[in-house]
Each structure stands twice: as C-alpha cells, then as structure tokens.
C-alpha cells in the first residue's frame, strides 16, 4: 500500500513538469531553505548567471522547409561509446544532501537513459559505490594540494574503476560567501535553530533524505576529495578539504596527465590561450564552463567563447555547461561547434523532486525537445548543425 501510495504521489509531481524551468519551482517548494540555496547559488550580483542565460539569445535559428523529418538520429558518440542524446549530467556537489543517496540516483538514472553521469568529487557517497553503477566511469577531481596527494588520489579513482577523469581548474578559493549566508547555508553545516525549523518545514525532506541518511548511514562525510575519507559535513574541517590550491599552476595538470593513463578531460576552461594550454598538456577533452556562474561574477558565458576555442582547438572533444535550460540551448551549442552538452542543476532538483524517476523525466523532456526543433529545423541528423543553421543578431 506504502508503494503504490509513493508511486501515485511520483507520477502527481511528474505531471506537473513539463520543463526543465518547472523542476526548479518545485524543487523550491520541496528542499528547505539552506539546501535549495547551496544548489542555486549563483555568485554576488548574478551578473555571471545573466551572461549564461542571455548568451542563447544572441543566435536565432534558420530552419528550412518542406525536409522529410520523419527519422531524427540524435545519438552521439564520445570516447568510443554511442550515447542516446548529445546530453550528459554535470558533477553536482553534495547532491546527497537534496535527495537520498543522490549519486546513486543520478548514475542509474543516467544509465537507465544511457548518458554519461559526471560524479563530483565533493560527494557523500564513497565514489567505489557509485562505480557499480553500469556505465558510471566519469569522474570529477578536486586536485589535493600536494604532489602526493594528487598521486593518492589518482590510484583510488583508478582502483574503483573509472576510466574518464575531469579535473577541475577554476576553483583554486572557495566564492565569495555571502549569498549562502543569505540562504541559510554554510560548510561547515551549522546547526541552528533556524536550520532545524528550516528543517522541520519540509517533512518529506527530513524524513525521506536527512533522517534515512542519518539511519542508514550516519552523519554524512566528504567521501572523495583524497584518498581517505573526508570531513563530517558539519565538521570545521571540512573548510580545509576545499582550500590549500592558490598555489596550482600547469605544472600540476603536466602531473596529473603523467599520472592517469585513460582518459583526462579539463572543466573550467573559458579562456583561448588556457585552452591551447591545456592540449599542449595532453589532454583529451575540454569542458567549456564558468562553474555554473557559482564562482567568479562578471565571467563571459562559455557559449561566447565556443566558436573560438573550438577554431584554435578543434582534434579533441570540445563539450559544455552552463545554463543551459532548453533544447534550442543544446541545438545552438552544437551548431556553434560544440561536441557535447553538461546540464546540471535541473538533474539534482528533479532528484529532490521524484528521485531517479525524476531525473529520467527530466532527461526525457530535454530529448523531445532537442528532436521536435530539430524537426522544426528540417534537419534528422546533429551532423547536419553547424554555423548555417544559425543567424547572429547585431542587435
């Protein structure tokens, strides 16, 4: 009876997402305070967020009429595996805080719809288990900082089984703090009154994630940034964990290439040279990204820059994130050259919302609506999108 209670109340919420927009609105009324803010936290005046959403509207589409439209193939192949869609899941920090178990939710949801799942190196679920997953092999680093540390942590990430790693590069300080403050969150987590009342407000959130997780688990830890386990979420020392990398240069991604031997992908990249940089130092694949606009205000959209990057830098997958909400956003991307697309919030809200169910419909809205402007368009194949099918506004 509980079950088909459950199931009823899953299929009652996913009927009222018909967008990616949508999950977002829910996902402010299911998640307390604290934990929706740490996902939607953007940095300062949200100048950077603006950019990433106003990037698409610089392009406008020119579709041609009168094509059979009737087969539209948007599987895409990247590093030798043949995805369903041009889309993946981008690495989500803590993202079992907004829903049991969220690694694991995503991972088989992602490879329920076979799409890549980027696991995050800021996780709280140990990533040996999440490598179970079927398909699960990309992983997300925060490099350590130190030689040996790095070192440690490469062989952990190899002995679990994952074969593409992402190493992050814009994050060398934590952002600026204080739209977190404004929400409620920090990390450390602090308990406070206002944070239990936080809380307390969304029963189905204390119950169904915080109180399953403390049950089951314990009190969450900082899984996967050494080779060690990390900090307790609402230790001070978890502040460390995320700190200790001013001193990075490309001397240590000329470590990390030397250290892994499969595939090493870089994610933060935005400016020309950095990326001309990062394949002089042999890596396989770049991420086009601004972190979400979760780190520096006032940064150019990656969208901006694709066309450049991808002239400059064009024998290695050249992918993206970063604000991208709709299927046109997709489109536009690979017409400007793009090899693949990271979506990243809209999958963590949809797990707060409806667990894996949730993410599998979100993933199945952003397919219908890739293939119907793809129709729209008059084109059945992503090969067919290039700067042709695009008119930039002067406007």
Not at 56 to 83: M, W
Not at 85 to 97: E, R, T
Not at 163 to 173: I, S
């Amino acid at each position: 009876m509980k079950g088909w209670l459950q199931q009823r109340w899953t299929r009652k919420k996913l009927a009222s997402i018909h967008n990616l927009h949508d999950v977002e609105r829910l996902a402010r009324k299911v998640l307390p305070r604290p934990i929706f803010g740490y996902i939607d936290h953007v940095a300062e005046d949200g100048r950077t967020q603006r950019a990433n959403l106003t990037a698409f509207d610089d392009y406008h589409f020119l579709p041609k009429a009168f094509v059979n439209v009737s087969q539209i193939d948007l599987h895409t192949e990247l590093y030798g595996k043949r995805y369903t869609v041009p889309f993946g899941i981008a690495p989500m920090g803590i993202s079992a805080l907004s829903t049991y178990q969220g690694d694991l939710v995503l991972a088989r949801a992602a490879a329920k719809r076979n799409l890549p799942m980027v696991m995050s190196g800021s996780s709280l679920v140990p990533m040996e288990e999440v490598a179970k997953v079927e398909g699960a092999d990309w992983f997300q680093a925060y490099l350590p900082g130190t030689p040996e540390g790095i070192e440690a942590l490469l062989e952990r990430i190899k002995r679990a089984g994952f074969k593409k790693l992402v190493v992050t590069l814009d994050y060398p300080v934590p952002p600026n703090p204080d739209n977190f403050r404004r929400s409620g969150f920090s990390s450390p987590l602090e308990p406070t009154l206002r944070l239990a009342f936080d809380g307390l407000i969304r029963p189905g959130w204390l119950c169904n994630t915080f109180l399953r997780t403390l049950w089951k688990h314990g009190m969450p830890h900082f899984e996967n940034n050494y080779a060690e386990r990390g900090a307790p979420v609402i230790s001070r020392q978890a502040a460390r964990d995320f700190s200790g990398r001013r001193h990075f240069d490309w001397g240590y991604l000329d470590l990390v290439r030397r250290l892994w031997p499969d595939t090493l992908i870089v994610k933060g990249i935005l400016n020309p040279e950095d990326a001309v940089r990062a394949q002089q130092a042999g890596v396989d694949g770049i991420i086009l990204s601004n972190h979400g606009a979760r780190q520096l205000d006032c940064t150019i959209s990656p969208l901006q820059v694709l066309p450049e990057i991808k002239r400059r830098v064009s024998d290695i997958p050249i992918m993206i994130d970063s604000g991208f909400r709709r299927g046109s956003d997709v489109i536009k991307a690979l017409a400007l050259g793009a090899d693949f697309v990271f979506v990243g919030r809209p999958f963590n809200y949809a797990a707060a919302c409806a667990g894996q169910a949730g993410v599998e419909h979100v993933a199945d809205l952003l397919q219908r609506e890739i293939e119907r402007n793809m129709a729209l368009l008059g084109l059945t194949s992503l090969s067919q999108l290039d700067r042709s099918c695009l008119y930039l506004s002067t406007v």
